[in-house]
């Protein structure tokens, strides 16, 4: 069974960067790949991009192109989003999740972690 525990959240102001991490276990990745979700309050949750395990490559949504970074170490099983320039409206919990897939599709993600609140202050 896929475990995934996200650390990482926390308070940063307009401008500020953050990296939350996603630690993953009960599996061998490498036919994963692994995505970032965020729900804001009162809001649906929002697919924020993903990463292939294997060739590394990855997806975002355009709201967070050029801002967030997804990166995976598979030596600590552990996949990693760098975020840059966050606004207010990048508040939410952000959420991990993996599928076992070769493609990114939302539809596919079926383990997910507790999540992680990420909080921009204007």
């Known amino acids: 069974q896929v475990q995934l525990v996200e650390s990482g959240g926390g308070l940063v102001q307009t401008g500020g960067s953050l990296r939350v991490s996603c630690a993953a276990s009960g599996r061998t990745f490498g036919s994963y790949v692994m995505g970032w979700f965020r729900q804001a309050p009162g809001k649906e949750r929002e697919f924020v991009g993903g990463i292939n395990w294997s060739t590394g490559s990855t997806y975002y949504t355009d709201s967070v192109k050029g801002r967030f970074t997804i990166s995976r170490d598979s030596a600590k099983n552990t996949v990693y989003l760098q975020m840059n320039s966050l606004k207010p409206e990048d508040t939410a919990v952000y959420y991990c999740?993996?599928?076992?897939?070769?493609?990114?599709?939302?539809?596919?993600?079926?383990?997910w972690g507790q999540g992680t609140q990420v909080t921009v202050s204007s």
């Open positions: 999740a993996a599928a076992r897939s070769l493609f990114i599709r939302v539809q596919d993600f079926t383990s």
